[in-house]
């Protein structure tokens, strides 16, 4: 079908339909005959280069210590994905993608960037606390930094599809769902229609875990209660499936037990909360599993 109403027009006559009926059904029909003329596929990147360095040693304080740098200098990162299914209908309109969707001409799912993540961890063992043998605090920061990233006014990476578009050219918002969305108030519809949530230059967190020994509570049974605690504190990393969504945070609260260094168990509920572009907190779990040693 032609990218303009009155091919489509054309080509609905010639199938049979009522000339008045087709023009009047052209301009709707329209965006959707030239994303039915699209295909998808999936793209394994190859070739993708990884160097690295690690250190560990022990400080006077007792407190273990190590961290790793890690460099993947063609690293490939998602383009928004909801960007590049706008692309399919640009012919339409140019402004309703920053990218470019151009007939018969593959747009590419990723780039190709410098990434350089960083992590350094802490251990240390305290004995006789709370009543337990020991008391085993770990605390990790890491940082993730994308070189070469463009303006989010050139081409937008990351961020997941549920949250729609970002600005278009010329600052207006246009939604996928305004038409599933019949009665919604329309601020509703494009109130995360900004520049925010995609992948940033930056990103960092931090965290934390803390574990309890308890010998022999009863017959022949270790207990050990843990918590931990994970904050992403600023910046998104690439994705798909990122280190780092800003705001975003997660307790867990566990207990293992062990009989006889034989058979274990292993008990723990997570919660996600906060982060105003994470998909994951509403996906709190309980995780229960057995297990025995041979």
Not at 32 to 37: H, K, Y
Not at 227 to 252: I, L, M
Not at 260 to 268: D, F, G, P, V
């Amino acid at each position: 079908a032609s990218f303009s109403p009155q091919g489509l027009v054309g080509s609905l006559v010639r199938n049979g339909l009522p000339a008045g009926t087709a023009a009047a059904l052209a301009p709707t029909l329209l965006p959707v005959v030239v994303a039915g003329n699209s295909s998808y596929y999936v793209e394994y990147p190859e070739d993708i280069r990884l160097y690295g360095l690690s250190f560990s040693t022990t400080l006077p304080t007792g407190t273990a210590w190590s961290g790793e740098i890690s460099y993947r200098p063609n690293a490939p990162v998602q383009v928004n994905t909801t960007d590049i299914l706008y692309s399919g209908i640009s012919p339409l309109n140019p402004n309703v993608s920053l990218l470019s969707g151009r007939p018969n001409t593959d747009q590419p799912g990723y780039r190709r960037k410098e990434i350089t993540q960083m992590q350094t961890t802490f251990t240390q063992f305290f004995d006789q606390v709370m009543g337990a043998e020991r008391l085993t605090v770990v605390g990790e920061v890491g940082w993730t930094h994308v070189g070469g990233l463009e303006s989010t006014s050139k081409i937008r990476y990351g961020r997941d599809p549920v949250y729609g578009p970002g600005p278009l050219p010329g600052g207006q918002c246009a939604t996928l769902n305004a038409g599933t969305l019949t009665g919604a108030e329309q601020n509703n519809l494009t109130r995360y229609c900004e520049d925010d949530g995609f992948t940033t230059a930056n990103s960092w967190g931090y965290r934390a875990r803390a574990i309890w020994d308890y010998n022999s509570v009863f017959a022949g049974v270790n207990l050990r209660p843990s918590v931990a605690w994970s904050h992403d504190v600023k910046g998104y990393s690439p994705g798909p499936g990122g280190n780092f969504e800003e705001g975003r945070k997660a307790v867990s609260l566990g207990l293992d037990a062990e009989y006889q260094n034989t058979y274990t168990a292993n008990l723990s509920y997570t919660n996600f909360f906060d982060g105003k572009y994470t998909t994951v907190d509403d996906r709190d779990f309980v995780a229960l599993s057995f297990g025995m040693n041979f």
